[in-house]
RNA sequence: GGUGGGAUGGGUGAGUGGCUGAAACCAACAGUUUGCUAAACUGUCGUACGGGUAACUGUACCGCGAGUUCGAAUCUCGCUCCCACCGCCA
């Protein structure tokens, strides 16, 4: 959510950087100004008449201590009539209150000055790509044959037991999956993320905090006995750990990570590109999160895609990464990039990992501040990336490395596995 | 699931109707002292929002929401959460 200070001294950047995401917001914007000139002078009258009212309250006091009842009396009188200002002025204020903040949660975070224009995934920009795309002399296969001809992955089971989208791993398929989260936990630690292991339930509360309610709601599973959600990211229960949290210092950099796994309904993407491992109801992956002072967040950004790059370069995949333009990004994104690995037998290219920063747009719902050497608040910036999510990953692995007779698994997750090839 | 207890500022914790935005202690920060550290002493020390160039000032907040009252941290009602013990259970 935009700060709305922000909004009354920056209308016209706000409005400028917002059309990247091809959008116009110049009448809503208009509309929350003019509210909060409402609520303002509404707020300063209501303050003035409670002003008046407490000192009354206390005038009448002192008359009853000395005993001048009669005096008393009628002041009780002028407060009645004060009073029922006070209350119709009070649900005015927190009717525009909650006017402003209902516009509020529907912009959507401003891009940052680098992120291109845009409003389609073609708009994105290749900022650069690694690594050789396989040729095969033989037919190669996607990896759901894959999965079936060396029993990894058995998607049949779980729809018997679950539902789609929700497969069960096997053999030497379920190994592969521990030896990735691993690895990956194991490169982020050395990077110096602590390492958690988050509650897959959240409350309320949490989902607001990192912005998937109310907005998002259907996409989360929701335990309604309970009240409570699965997460769809380790991002959510992470990043909550420090909502309403002020920090004391200016000196800071938190850096976590942890593995879960990640639960989304997915509601209105059937039928497109759902194959196999390409979308799941259910997945693992391991997220990084980081809190940092708003003059760190860009190199913050830029350490984070560096981390999953190398990942990614260890592994041994072709991969590309994107800066998306504004219409691609997510609604809470100041900046994202993309990284997308080549998978060889379904001859494209697969999301695999976004690293975004959030400037302050999450902080100001988080209610994350810290204070500054001159004990000012101001709100921290948060950043988070896939470090990174498996499913995708592991199609790929299998399809590039597959050979007539196998699968070769790279060198570094050797050491993990156990097994040199499937 | 049952019974009982509780929720106050960074922490412990006092506070049963106005003198309380809140004692005291601890922690933290600044200063004095000091070869260094420590100790001692002095001072500062909640958050949000509004008004004001600023100094400053107003309002709200003692888990959340209603109510009683001229006036509520304090009284009443509802809710949420936490703790302890019992039951069940990995």
């Known amino acids: 959510m935009l700060e709305i200070q922000r909004i009354r001294t920056e209308r016209d950047v706000i409005i400028a950087s917002l059309a990247k995401r091809n959008i116009h917001v110049e009448n809503v914007i208009d509309e929350i100004i003019e509210l909060d000139q409402q609520w303002r002078s509404n707020k300063k009258e209501l303050e003035d008449i409670s002003a008046e009212l407490n000192q009354i309250a206390r005038k009448i006091g002192e008359l009853f201590q000395s005993g001048q009842q009669a005096a008393a009396a009628e002041l009780k009188e002028k407060n009645q009539l004060l009073k029922t200002q006070e209350t119709t002025l009070?649900?005015?204020?927190?009717?525009?209150?909650?006017?402003?903040?209902?516009?509020?949660?529907?912009?959507?975070?401003?891009?940052?000055?680098?992120?291109?224009?845009?409003?389609?995934?073609?708009?994105?920009?290749?900022?650069?790509?690694?690594?050789?795309?396989?040729?095969?002399?033989?037919?190669?296969?996607?990896?759901?044959?894959?999965?079936?001809?060396?029993?990894?992955?058995?998607?049949?089971?779980?729809?018997?037991?679950?539902?789609?989208?929700?497969?069960?791993?096997?053999?030497?398929?379920?190994?592969?999956?521990r030896a990735l989260i691993n690895f990956f936990l194991e490169e982020a630690t050395q990077a110096g993320y602590e390492e958690f292991m988050a509650p897959l339930l959240v409350n309320e509360a949490s989902g607001i905090g990192?912005?998937?309610?109310?907005?998002?709601?259907?996409?989360?599973?929701?335990?309604?006995?309970?009240?409570?959600?699965?997460?769809?990211?380790?991002?959510?229960?992470?990043?909550?750990?420090?909502?309403?949290?002020?920090?004391?210092?200016?000196?800071?950099s938190i850096k976590l990570t942890g593995y879960t796994p990640c639960f989304r309904r997915e509601a209105g993407s059937y039928g497109k590109d759902v194959r196999g491992l390409n979308r799941l109801h259910q997945f693992d992956k391991v997220e990084i999160v980081r809190i940092e002072h708003p003059d760190n967040s860009a190199a913050a950004l830029d350490e984070m895609v560096q981390h999953v790059a190398a990942l990614l370069d260890k592994l041994e995949l072709p991969y590309r990464i994107l800066r998306l333009c504004g219409g691609d990004m997510g609604f809470a994104s100041a900046m994202t990039y993309d990284f997308e690995v080549y998978s060889a037998a379904q001859d494209k290219w697969l999301e695999v990992s976004s690293v975004s920063r959030f400037d302050t747009f999450q902080a100001n719902r988080l209610k994350l501040r810290f204070k500054d050497d001159n004990k000012k608040t101001h709100l921290c910036h948060t950043l988070n990336g896939s470090a990174l999510a498996l499913p995708r990953i592991v199609a790929s692995l299998l399809e590039n490395n597959q050979t007539e007779n196998g699968i070769n698994i790279p060198s570094v997750l050797q050491a993990y596995t156990g097994f040199k090839s499937i």
């Not at 920009?125 to 690694?130: A, Q, Y």
């Open 210 to 252: 990192t912005g998937q309610l109310p907005d998002k709601e259907g996409q989360m599973y929701h335990s309604t006995a309970d009240d409570l959600y699965l997460i769809p990211t380790a991002e959510v229960p992470l990043t909550n750990i420090y909502r309403d949290v002020l920090l004391p210092n200016a000196d800071f």
């Open 90 to 177: 009070k649900s005015k204020v927190e009717a525009l209150d909650a006017e402003i903040t209902s516009l509020l949660y529907t912009i959507p975070n401003v891009p940052n000055a680098e992120v291109p224009h845009g409003k389609e995934p073609a708009d994105n920009v290749e900022v650069s790509s690694s690594g050789t795309i396989p040729s095969f002399n033989f037919e190669a296969l996607p990896h759901w044959d894959l999965a079936k001809k060396y029993e990894l992955i058995d998607f049949e089971l779980g729809v018997k037991v679950t539902g789609a989208g929700f497969p069960f791993y096997r053999g030497k398929g379920a190994k592969l999956q």
